[in-house]
Each structure stands twice: as C-alpha cells, then as structure tokens.
C-alpha cells in the first residue's frame, strides 16, 4: 500500500498521449455494421438509435484545424435492436466539406481560428462562415437535422444518414438564419411534446428567435409558436433552458470586437472576451402556451461567471430555479496556441452551480452542487423543465481542479448523494445520455450510454451502463475512432 504525502501533487490520473491520440480524421464511413458486446449483455430491452455529432476532420493537407471546434460534423448512429446494434457513420456533405475534400486544403475559415493556408493576407477580409453542421444532432419529424448554432440545419436521412441538404424547415427560417444547436424537448407540459429553440441575432442589441416545433404524429416538425425579443448588448448565447412557462437564457458578460477577425488575425470566437465589470443577465421570455404568454420577458442580474451549457430549471412559486455549468473567465484557446498541448490546470474548471431567480424581487442567490469539474449534465428528459431528482453528467477523475473528462457522475440532486463510473486511466468520457426505462416510474431507471475514447486501443467504445447505479452493463468496442465529440441524443424505436 503506498500513502501520498499531503504535500504532493496527485499523479495525473491519466497520460496526455492518450487523449491527444483522439484528435484524428474520421477515414472511414460505415454501414450498418453488426455489433456485439465485448463485455456484458446489450438489453434486449434498449430499442431506438443513438445519434452522436461532433468533429471528424481535424486536418487536411497537412495543416490542423486550430481547435477541434472547426472540425466537420461527422454523425456515428447505433442502433440497438432485439438485443443486438448496428454502427453506422457518416460526415455530412456541407457545402464546404464538399469543396475542402475536393481542394485537399482548408479553403473557409474556422470560427475557433483555423485559418486558410496562406496566412493573415489569404485570410483578411474573407468573413465567410463555414457551416459545419459538427455541434448537436436531433430528429425532427421525417429528419435527422445536424445542428450548427450560427447558420440553419442539414437535414439527414435518419436511417441512411446521407444529407438531404441544408433545411429551412419548410420556410421557417430564411436562407443562413441562426438557429441554435441547443434545442430543448418539452415531454408534453401543455399536452404534447415539443422542440423548443431559438436563433440569436447578436449585435450592440441582441435579439432571439423563440420557435416551438410539434414532434409527434402527423404534425411533427410543424412550426407552432414563433416569438421574437430584443435585448440590449452583445449575446453569446450557446444553450439555454425550458420550464412549463418560460425560456431561460443567460447572456453572459462578454464583449465582441470583431477587428482582429475581419482582418485575419484570429477566428470570430476568438474576438470573445469577458468584459470587466461587466454585468451578466438573465433573460426570462415568456411562452407562448405558457401562462405569462403574452408578458414582457423579465431581465434580471446574474452571478459572474461563464456558461455555456445549462443542466435544467423548473419553477417554484415565485422563482424560477435554473441549474448550470459555470467556469470563472470564458474559456479560450488563443491563436498562438496548440489545442493538443493545453495545459488544462491553466483553465478553469466546470462547476454545477444552481440559481434561484426570485421573480418577486428579481434576487438571485446562488448553490454550489458540485465541487468536481463537470460538464455535459442531463436529467431524465421526461424531468426536462421541472424540479428533477437525479442528474447525469461527465465528469474529471480529480475530486477537485481541471482535467479531461474521465468519469460519468449520477448526482442525487435532493442528497448530494454521488456514484461514479471511471474510464480513467485510458479511457476519456463524452457526453452521456440518460435513456429511460421504456414504462418505468423510477426517475433513475433506464441507461447511461456513452462513447468512450479507449487510449489503449486508439478507437471508440459504447458504454452501456446502469442509471441507477452506474454499474456496467455491456461495452461495444467499435471499429471506429471517433475524436472527442460534442453532443447527441435518443430517438426511442
Ligand atoms: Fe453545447
């Protein structure tokens, strides 16, 4: 047995080659390839397809994107069937991978800072954005719609995945309309279920497109709600969240100055900075169906800090609570540095933080729920928008400080009670999704399922674990290597 001196550091729980050795292209695509499980039992009772996107070219003709954020969507479906799954995958044919596979080079610009070969000359004044449909991924009626936040759709066959092509949701949006990447499902608050989302529209005045889309039966990705605000300041606005009666966001206290962008210095985001002394806000706009319909949306002082992604939020009598991963400063990569060698102590960490918005007052007081680095949190999506008792989430394998994302956390959100599923030392978790128990009352009951990225293997494994206990169900390691991804979901059979 050995004991660690206090006065040591912990050793990393994990090597820097093994997590870097994700950062690949994606060189094959696959069809509906049969699957077995290398350890444990895939449920027979696990029936529907888990959709996942995230960057899959990460280098062309020998030159790195400058953050993973500027790779190509590259869409994995696994589809779970009688027991059995299938993989599938799949890049999607945007415009501008069509014309960079054709060219063997970079020919757009990148939002995170990838630029045109050629340097600050090649790239001055070329503002063009390139739609890399990379960030989330979500059925909406007969479509597979791939989601980028600063353009529209692509729509996708959801059983073949080729790419229909890029979707204006039949006249719903006009042709490079923002339209989130963070859509929210509403099971059914007013009867039925719903897409919730929205488009920004930044500037010195802000304003967002608020649209809800029916999901179910022949009405299915019909438009039925559509409302438009206007607040002032600049917005960076990535996610946000949904309770029976509102839209919650929150604009972060960011400033934007685009200088460097349009002349070729850095990429857009890379022109994001915290704004000293500024003051972050949140936007409560009312919904349409909800009983504030018709309000004007409430705005409210923030605590500091940085989100991009929410958890969830419900109401109480007068508050409304929301749920967040908070880092202290936004988080950027800057445009001297290799997104490979991040020294992730240098960054802050993701913390769960919980806001009670009292709508009385306008106060806000604040809960720490966690104190260990998370980021990618979900509750059971028959929870979404009301007081949830469990959260899912993935987490660093240190109890404290940054590190890759390692582990998957179940949080007991009325105990703190936490159980932990470790992938470390090899192994780097991504997104996990909570699938419930098809029929189960238990808000706990059903799947976890996650891709890992294997260091040992330098490829893929689907995690199948227990909701309630995180006990491992079955591991399917895949002929596939996918880079570390951003965000997917569950589409019941
Ligand atoms: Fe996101």
């Known amino acids: ?44 009772e696990l ?64 939002v995170f800072g990838t630029q045109k070969p050629g340097g600050v000359a090649a790239n001055a004044f070329d503002v063009r954005l390139k739609n890399i449909a990379n960030t989330h991924v979500v059925r909406l009626g007969d479509q597979l719609l791939a989601l980028w936040e600063a353009a529209e759709p ?88 949904i309770t029976p009666n509102w839209a919650v966001f929150l604009q972060n206290a960011v400033s934007f100055n685009p200088l460097p962008f349009v002349l070729g210095q850095k990429g857009a985001a890379q022109c994001l900075r915290s704004k000293p002394g500024g003051q972050a806000r949140f936007w409560l706009i009312p919904r349409d169906c909800g009983a504030h319909a018709g309000e004007a949306p409430r ?12 958890l969830n939020a419900w109401e109480e009598a007068e508050a409304v609570v929301v749920e967040s991963v908070y ?12 997104f490979r060698a991040i020294d992730f102590d240098l960054l802050p960490e993701g913390l769960l933080e919980q ?21 990618f949190g979900m509750v059971n999506p028959e929870r979404e928008g009301l007081a949830a008792r469990y959260a899912w989430m993935a987490v660093a ?23 932990v599923w470790s992938a470390a030392p090899r192994g780097f978790v991504s997104e996990p999704v909570m699938v419930p128990r098809p029929g189960a009352a238990e808000e706990d009951s059903g799947w976890v399922l996650c891709l890992v990225w294997n260091g040992a293997r330098c490829a893929s494994d689907l995690v199948i674990l ?16 996918i880079p570390h991804g951003l965000h997917g979901s569950w589409v019941q059979a």
């Open 154 to 241: 692509h729509a996708l066959d959801p059983d073949t995945l080729e790419t229909r092509g890029i979707s204006l949701l039949g006249g719903v949006l006009k042709p490079g309309e923002a339209f989130s990447a963070h859509p929210r499902f509403d099971p059914g608050h007013h009867g039925v279920p719903r897409m919730v989302t929205f488009g920004v529209k930044a500037g010195p005045r802000s304003s967002v497109r608020l649209m809800e889309f029916a999901t179910e039966g022949p009405e299915a990705g019909t438009l039925l709600s559509d409302s438009s605000h206007t607040f002032p300041g600049f917005a960076f606005l990535h996610d946000f969240a």
């Open 327 to 338: 880092y202290s400063d936004f988080p950027g990569i800057g445009p001297d540095q290799d």
């Open 299 to 310: 705005v409210i002082d923030a605590p500091d800090g940085f989100v991009f992604h929410h």
């Open 397 to 419: 394998e240190c109890e404290t400080g940054n590190d890759p994302l390692q582990a998957i956390k179940k949080l007991d959100l009325t105990t703190g009670e936490r159980t």
């Open 47 to 110: 029936r529907g397809t888990l959709y996942r996107n995230g960057p899959g070219r990460l280098e062309r003709g020998g030159q790195w994107v400058h953050h993973p954020f500027d790779g190509d969507g590259m869409i994995t479906a696994l589809r779970f069937e009688a027991g059995g799954a299938q993989l599938r995958n799949r890049f999607v044919r945007t415009e501008g991978w069509q014309a960079e596979e054709q060219a063997g080079k970079f020919v757009y610009r990148g």
């Open 355 to 375: 806001c009670r918005i009292d709508l009385a007052t306008g106060s806000v007081s604040t809960t720490r729920l966690s104190e260990r680095c998370c980021e």
């Open 1 to 44: 047995m050995t004991v660690a001196s206090s006065s040591a550091a912990p050793a990393p729980s994990y090597d820097r080659a093994d997590w870097a050795s994700s950062f690949r292209n994606v060189g094959v695509e696959l069809d509906g390839v049969p699957l077995t499980a290398a350890r444990g039992t895939i449920p027979a």
């Open 466 to 481: 227990d909701a309630a206990d995180l006990h491992e169900v079955a591991v399917l390691e895949l002929p596939l290597a």
